[in-house]
């Protein structure tokens, strides 16, 4: 057996975001390779007009849990949803929760945050930066808490060309951000945000930034370590290949792709593109808590799971291989068949915008229109013109990020973990 996968039979684990992307691989990978495990503790806000008793029991009997089910068929009483709000001071915890969480937490790994990259500042500070101070104030009053692992981005110093392992202090002082949040109205804050932001491309990396200032600002006598996953991207290999639940990063170009709505694309062929699919993203993830709880390092470390340097995919090899797969496992309902190109500048790409994408729309929905059908493509494809826009900061230029103590943690991984756990080398 795994020597990770053993460390975390008969504890008592905490995830928030435990019902986003990478919570749920997360919360799969755990209940799959350590079912002995004592209780899995999720913050689950309801959602949809679902509680979050509903919410869990529709993510336990998706296919993603297929395997869970052969292997730890007593899941449903290892999971305990405990109904929160992170944008709440208090979480809205209840106090017998709250209880018992602080009573028998021994490992707590933070995914919960907004991804979006257009949400309000003062959502973003609220969420990626206040609940963190929070749940880290939480995490020290947990008496076997054995190691806090935070998830942030490796981008949240896309300001910076090359990011070693280290966090890097920002202009502003966390503190007096949430402060100021608390008391200014949204038509100032909107006034004063991209001031504040400065050089980061948007209110989500910079408050991934402030939150890491706060992990190492509140870090007390916690043993915490941050990790830093670069594009994340449907699963590899576990619990099966392909396996993805949003739009976000990589997956809603990629599908728009394959439904024939992109057709050009603003990119660089000889850029390296980085990307790690999720599940390699857990395993890192998983192999340092066992890390940090075991090893105890005297200090917090900052692992970063990038493929750039170990693995390096560019875009002339990435987007062909996309578009061949799409090619080769049609879509349903595709609107075209797929077929797309990159463009390198400006002219190019106002010009395939209009002529390949909103250009089409318009006449479908005319087409629409005209037989009494309620147009919706011109609508949808300056939704995705819009993502592509807002997602072109991290297209158009590349990094470098150093990743020695990722290295220097598979190498101290027994010989089966290091096969299971990580492909980036
Ligand atoms: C030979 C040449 C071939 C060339 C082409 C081949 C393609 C090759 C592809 C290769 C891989 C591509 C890699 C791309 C890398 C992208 C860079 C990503 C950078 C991330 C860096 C940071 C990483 C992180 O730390 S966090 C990452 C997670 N966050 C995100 O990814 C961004 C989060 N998303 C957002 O901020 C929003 O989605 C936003 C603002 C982009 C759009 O918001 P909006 O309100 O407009 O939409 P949503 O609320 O998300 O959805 C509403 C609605 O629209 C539909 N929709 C949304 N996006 C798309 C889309 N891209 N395509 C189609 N439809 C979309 C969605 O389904 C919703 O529909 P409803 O019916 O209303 O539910
Ligand atoms: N996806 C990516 O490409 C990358 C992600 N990351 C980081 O990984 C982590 C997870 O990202 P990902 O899984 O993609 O994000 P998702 O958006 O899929 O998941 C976010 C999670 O946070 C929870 N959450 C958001 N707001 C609240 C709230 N008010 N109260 C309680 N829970 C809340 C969501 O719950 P709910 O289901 O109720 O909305 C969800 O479980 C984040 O910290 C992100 O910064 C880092 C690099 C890349």
Same mark, same amino acid.
């Given at each position: 057996?795994?020597?990770? !996968?053993?460390?975390?039979?008969?504890?008592?684990?905490?995830?928030?975001?435990?019902?986003?992307?990478?919570?749920? #691989?997360?919360?799969?990978?755990?209940?799959?390779?350590?079912?002995?495990?004592? #209780?899995?503790?999720?913050?689950?806000?309801?959602?949809?007009?679902?509680? %979050?008793?509903?919410?869990?029991?529709?993510?336990? *009997? &998706?296919?993603?849990?297929?395997?869970?089910?052969?292997?730890?068929?007593?899941? =449903?009483?290892?999971?305990?949803?405990? &109904?929160?709000?992170?944008?709440?001071?208090?979480?809205?915890?209840?106090?017998?929760?709250?209880?018992?969480?602080?009573?028998?937490?021994?490992?707590?790994?933070?995914?919960? !945050?907004? #991804?979006?990259?257009?949400?309000?500042?003062? =959502?973003?500070?609220?969420?990626? #930066?206040?609940?963190?101070?929070?749940?880290?104030?939480?995490?020290?009053?947990?008496?076997?808490?054995?190691? $806090?692992?935070?998830? /942030?981005?490796?981008? /949240?110093?896309?300001?910076?060309?090359?990011?070693?392992?280290?966090? @890097?202090?920002?202009?502003?002082?966390?503190?007096?951000?949430?402060?100021?949040?608390?008391?200014?109205?949204?038509?100032?804050?909107?006034?004063?945000?991209?001031?504040?932001?400065?050089?980061?491309?948007?209110?989500?990396?910079?408050?991934?930034?402030?939150?890491?200032?706060?992990?190492?600002?509140? /870090?007390?006598?916690?043993?915490?370590?941050?990790?830093?996953? &670069?594009?994340?991207?449907?699963?590899?290999?576990?619990? $099966?290949?392909?396996?993805?639940?949003?739009? *976000?990063?990589?997956?809603?170009?990629?599908?728009?792709?394959?439904?024939?709505?992109?057709?050009?694309?603003?990119?660089? %062929?000889?850029?390296?593109?980085?990307?790690? %699919?999720?599940?390699?993203?857990?395993?890192?993830?998983? !192999?340092?808590?066992?890390?940090?709880?075991?090893?105890?390092?005297?200090?917090?470390?900052?692992? =970063?799971?990038?493929?750039?340097?170990? *693995?390096?995919?560019?875009?002339?090899?990435?987007?062909?291989?996309?578009?061949?797969?799409?090619?080769? $496992?049609?879509?349903?309902?595709? $609107?075209?068949?797929?077929?797309?190109?990159?463009?390198?500048?400006?002219?190019?790409?106002? @010009?395939?915008?209009?002529?390949? =994408?909103?250009?089409?729309?318009?006449?479908?929905?005319?087409?629409?229109?005209?037989?009494?059908?309620?147009?919706?493509?011109?609508?949808?494809?300056?939704?995705?013109?819009? /993502?592509?826009?807002?997602?072109?900061?991290?297209?158009?230029?590349?990094?470098?990020? &150093?990743?020695?103590?990722?290295?220097?943690?598979?190498?101290?991984?027994?010989?089966?973990?290091?096969?299971?756990?990580?492909?980036?080398?």
């Amino acid at each position: 057996m795994s020597t990770i !996968a053993a460390f975390y039979g008969g504890k008592s684990i905490l995830i928030t975001g435990a019902t986003g992307f990478m919570g749920k #691989v997360l919360m799969e990978k755990l209940f799959r390779t350590s079912p002995n495990l004592k #209780v899995i503790y999720i913050l689950v806000r309801p959602k949809a007009d679902q509680t %979050p008793q509903q919410r869990v029991f529709q993510i336990l *009997n &998706s296919k993603l849990f297929e395997k869970v089910k052969e292997v730890c068929p007593d899941v =449903h009483e290892k999971i305990r949803a405990i &109904s929160a709000d992170l944008n709440q001071s208090d979480f809205a915890i209840s106090k017998e929760d709250t209880q018992e969480l602080l009573s028998c937490t021994n490992i707590v790994f933070h995914c919960a !945050a907004t #991804v979006r990259f257009d949400d309000h500042l003062r =959502h973003a500070v609220q969420l990626n #930066v206040a609940a963190t101070q929070q749940l880290l104030l939480m995490a020290s009053q947990m008496p076997k808490l054995e190691a $806090f692992i935070h998830i /942030s981005t490796a981008y /949240s110093n896309c300001n910076l060309k090359h990011i070693d392992e280290v966090i @890097y202090p920002c202009p502003v002082e966390p503190k007096k951000i949430i402060d100021s949040m608390e008391w200014l109205d949204d038509a100032v804050i909107d006034e004063i945000a991209p001031k504040l932001i400065g050089d980061w491309p948007n209110a989500y990396t910079f408050t991934k930034a402030l939150g890491e200032m706060v992990v190492q600002q509140e /870090s007390r006598n916690l043993n915490i370590a941050i990790i830093r996953p &670069s594009i994340v991207g449907a699963t590899w290999q576990e619990p $099966f290949p392909g396996w993805v639940d949003n739009l *976000n990063g990589p997956n809603g170009i990629i599908i728009a792709t394959g439904k024939g709505l992109l057709r050009a694309l603003r990119a660089t %062929p000889k850029d390296v593109l980085d990307v790690v %699919p999720v599940d390699i993203v857990v395993n890192l993830t998983l !192999a340092v808590g066992w890390y940090m709880a075991v090893r105890r390092p005297t200090s917090m470390l900052i692992y =970063h799971c990038t493929s750039g340097n170990l *693995n390096p995919c560019n875009w002339g090899k990435m987007g062909p291989q996309v578009l061949a797969t799409v090619k080769k $496992f049609p879509f349903e309902k595709a $609107f075209r068949r797929p077929n797309a190109d990159f463009t390198t500048n400006t002219i190019t790409t106002l @010009y395939w915008n209009t002529v390949s =994408h909103r250009a089409p729309a318009i006449i479908y929905d005319f087409c629409l229109w005209l037989t009494g059908r309620k147009p919706r493509m011109t609508k949808l494809m300056n939704r995705l013109i819009r /993502s592509l826009s807002l997602v072109e900061y991290f297209i158009k230029q590349t990094w470098e990020w &150093s990743t020695y103590n990722t290295e220097m943690l598979m190498s101290e991984l027994s010989p089966e973990d290091r096969r299971v756990r990580t492909a980036l080398t």
